[in-house]
């Protein structure tokens, strides 16, 4: 999982909570960096903050699905109000104020949305006992 936020000392505490968890987490205190990392990682999702000083979250959030597009993004933010076309880019939001489990529980749930995907693509691609291809 890829972490873009300009405020280090939290990102040290999330990602450390997250390895506990089990996740690896690769993090980036600069957009520039975090965009380079997403293009040579091999990613499950993505936290990105909204106010960063170099480029907004919405700017990173194009710029990771252009390279990514089946990539979930979460944005993690401060800020309630965004701009409508973000809210359609990212795969959900999280409040920095709401408790941890809800981030946690936000990302289980976009990194499971996107693995019962590709585990339904790969039975659409199985044959079945018929030779014919199966229907999930």
Same mark, same amino acid.
């Given at each position: 999982m890829l972490w873009i936020d300009d405020?280090?000392?939290?990102?040290?505490v999330y990602s450390a909570i997250f390895e506990g968890f089990g996740f690896r987490v690769i993090?980036?205190?600069? *957009?520039? $960096?975090?965009?380079?990392?997403?293009?040579?990682?091999k990613?499950?999702?993505?936290?990105?903050?909204y106010e960063m000083p170099e480029m907004d979250g919405g700017a990173v959030t194009a710029e990771l699905k252009r390279q990514h597009p089946?990539? *979930?993004? $979460?944005?993690f933010s401060g800020s309630t109000i965004f701009p409508t076309q973000l809210r359609t880019l990212v795969d959900a939001i999280c409040d920095k104020a709401e408790p941890f489990e809800w981030l946690l529980a936000t990302v289980n749930a976009v990194i499971g949305k996107k693995s019962l995907n590709?585990?339904?693509q790969l039975r659409l691609r199985q044959p079945s006992e018929e030779?014919?291809?199966?229907?999930a």
């Open positions: 405020y280090e000392p939290g990102l040290s993090t980036a205190t600069r *957009p520039a $960096i975090g965009l380079a990392l997403a293009a040579t990682e990613l499950d999702a993505a936290i990105v903050d089946q990539l *979930p993004v $979460i944005l590709a585990l339904q030779g014919q291809s199966a229907i």
